[in-house]
């Protein structure tokens, strides 16, 4: 039960991050490296990761069956993993 409790405590810590990221508005300083548009990747990137982490109690509960709770959580983290590095790449590869 511990695990689950855990994967939901910090998937619910970086949905909370991933709101507040988008919400919170650029400095100054910044505003020439990122755009809007980045700050939404990075927070789609974010909340599939979060949402992939509290799926777990629902396995936990036995609310979706297990083959396919976990092809779905496997599914998220690869699409937020592509998503991370893409955006990474992108922002990198600008001068």
């Known amino acids: 039960m511990i695990v689950p409790l855990i994967c939901f405590i ?4 970086i949905l909370l991050y991933a709101v507040s990221f ?3 508005p650029i400095p100054d300083t910044l505003a ?5 548009r980045d700050k939404v ?3 789609i990137a974010f909340v599939l990761l979060a949402l992939a982490l509290m799926l777990g109690m629902a396995g936990y509960w036995h609310l ?3 083959p ?3 092809s779905t959580r496997i599914a998220m ?3 937020a993993l592509i998503v991370f590095f893409y955006q990474m790449i992108d922002t990198v590869s600008r001068p």
Do not use: N, P
Request: glycine share 4%.
């Open 10 to 13: 910090v998937g619910s810590l």
């Open 41 to 43: 990747i990075w927070a």
């Open 32 to 36: 020439h490296h990122y755009q809007h």
């Open 64 to 66: 979706i069956a297990s």
């Open 77 to 79: 983290v690869i699409a």
């Open 22 to 24: 988008v919400r919170r």
């Open 68 to 70: 396919v709770l976990r």
